[in-house]
């Protein structure tokens, strides 16, 4: 399980996924406390750090960052539970 908050985006606060496993298909989860503002699938688009994204699948989050995968990808998204008071 990867957690949003520990992905570094790019100056564009983009972030790339790859599945370079070998494997044909690949699910990862993903924990957030942030909430996606828009999902869908990339045109043409090559992100500041120079990957080249078009066809991928993304969502973007209300904390503005914008996460990219390729459509092989499945990603299951866990929603953080906030610490008791």
Known sequence: MLALA???GDSNGEVVLF???????????LSTDV??????RAGRNVT?????????????????LK???????DLLLVREQSPAS
Request: glycine share 12%; proline share 2%; charged share 25%.
């Open 6 to 8: 520990d992905l570094m």
């Open 48 to 64: 500041a750090a120079g990957e080249d994204v078009s066809g991928f699948r993304y969502l973007r989050f209300d904390n503005g």
């Open 35 to 40: 909430v996606i503002v828009e999902e869908g």
């Open 67 to 73: 996460l990219y995968h390729q459509p092989e990808l």
């Open 19 to 29: 599945n370079d496993s070998g494997l044909r298909a690949l699910s990862l989860e």
